[in-house]
C-alpha cells in the first residue's frame, strides 16, 4: 500500500506537494530575552516557483507577476515568520501565509464594467471650477474678468 505524500491545497485545482517547499530557521528579531539569543525560532519557507511541476506556466507568470517583491530573480518565492516564540508556530504561520499569498495572487480579478460619470458629480466640478476661477479673479484686483 503506496501512501500519497503530503499535500497543501491552495484551491480546488492547485494543490502543492510539501515536498516542493524547503524551510529554514534563523534567530528571530525583536524581544525574547535569553529566548531569542538562543533558539532559532524564525522560520522561512522558500518555493522553488520557477522549477515548480505542479503549477502551469500561466500560473507561475501570474504568481511572479503579482508577489513580485516576494519572488527573486532566481524565481525563488519567500515568506518568513517570526511572531511566535515556538518554532512549531512558526513553521504552521508560514504555511497558512503562504497558502493565502498563493490563493489572493491566482485569484481571478472580475473584470471592470465601464459606468458614466453621474451628472450632478460633472455638474459639481464645474461649479467648483468657476468658483476658483471667480475667486482668483477677485485675488488679481480684476473684477471684470478682462485682462
Known sequence: MAMNPPVISIDGDVEIPMSEL????????GPGGQNVN?????VTLSFDLAASPSLSPEQKARIA?????RVTKAGILR???????????????VLERFV??????LAEEAPRRPTR?????????LDEKRRRGELKRQRSGDLDGEI
Open 117 to 125: 460619470v453621474p451628472r450632478l458629480t460633472k455638474r459639481k466640478r
Open 38 to 42: 538562543k533558539v532559532e525560532t524564525r
Open 79 to 93: 515568506v518568513t515568520a517570526q511572531r511566535h516564540r515556538s518554532q512549531g508556530a512558526n513553521r504552521k504561520l
Open 100 to 105: 493565502e499569498l498563493l490563493r489572493d495572487a
Open 65 to 69: 507577476e503579482r508577489l513580485a517583491t
Open 22 to 29: 524547503q524551510f529554514a530557521t534563523s534567530r528571530s528579531s
